[in-house]
């Protein structure tokens, strides 16, 4: 109908059959930041938030989430992914997290990268709302992603992205 390829010649939703494509090494890296006040960053950095360890919990739930996207995001292949790694930087007014996530496969890992850094934006939300309800999760976006038939991609700071 449309060429997309999650639409079937109905214009309906569908599963993308990746069965005859190659397995092909891939990789993506997405990025985000939680804005909060001084107190509340100060606490997270120094490890004194009541809740406990609230970047060592971010990483956890990152890790744990990019293992689920297929349970969350409708239409994302179950992957076997061979790395998930999750970072946390605090930065001058901010926690910024950053996710990658590798395979061997057929398709893609974007998303898998994307909702990491999601869900540990959000777990730092959650660690520190009695301190902060005003935290601004903020600039999700994909940074990088390699492999595949469409080759690498990394963002271009000045036109929101370009392909390598």
């Known amino acids: 109908m449309s060429g997309l390829t999650h639409l079937d010649e109905h214009g309906s939703a569908r599963m993308v059959d990746v069965g005859a494509k190659a397995e092909t090494a891939r990789s993506a890296t997405a990025t985000g930041r939680i804005a909060m006040n001084a107190?509340?960053?100060?606490?997270?950095?120094?490890?004194?938030?009541?809740?406990?360890?609230?970047?060592?919990?971010?990483?956890?739930?990152g890790i744990m989430a990019a293992k689920q996207t297929a349970s969350l995001i409708?239409?994302?292949?179950?992957?076997?992914?061979?790395?998930v790694?999750?970072?946390c930087a605090v930065e001058d007014d901010a926690v910024r997290v950053t996710a990658t996530a590798s395979l061997t496969g057929k398709t893609?890992?974007?998303?898998?990268?994307?909702?990491?850094?999601n869900i540990a934006l959000l777990t730092i939300y959650d660690m520190a709302k009695a301190l902060d309800k005003g935290m601004?999760?903020?600039?999700?976006?994909?940074?990088a992603k390699t492999g595949g038939k469409s080759g690498d991609w990394h963002a271009d700071e000045a036109l929101g992205g370009t392909a390598a």
């Open 136 to 143: 601004v999760i903020e600039q999700v976006r994909l940074l």
């Open 39 to 61: 107190a509340s960053l100060a606490a997270i950095r120094d490890g004194t938030v009541p809740k406990g360890d609230v970047l060592a919990a971010a990483r956890i739930a």
């Open 85 to 87: 790694s999750v970072e």
């Open 108 to 117: 893609g890992v974007e998303m898998e990268a994307m909702v990491a850094c």
């Open 74 to 83: 409708p239409l994302c292949h179950p992957l076997a992914l061979d790395s």
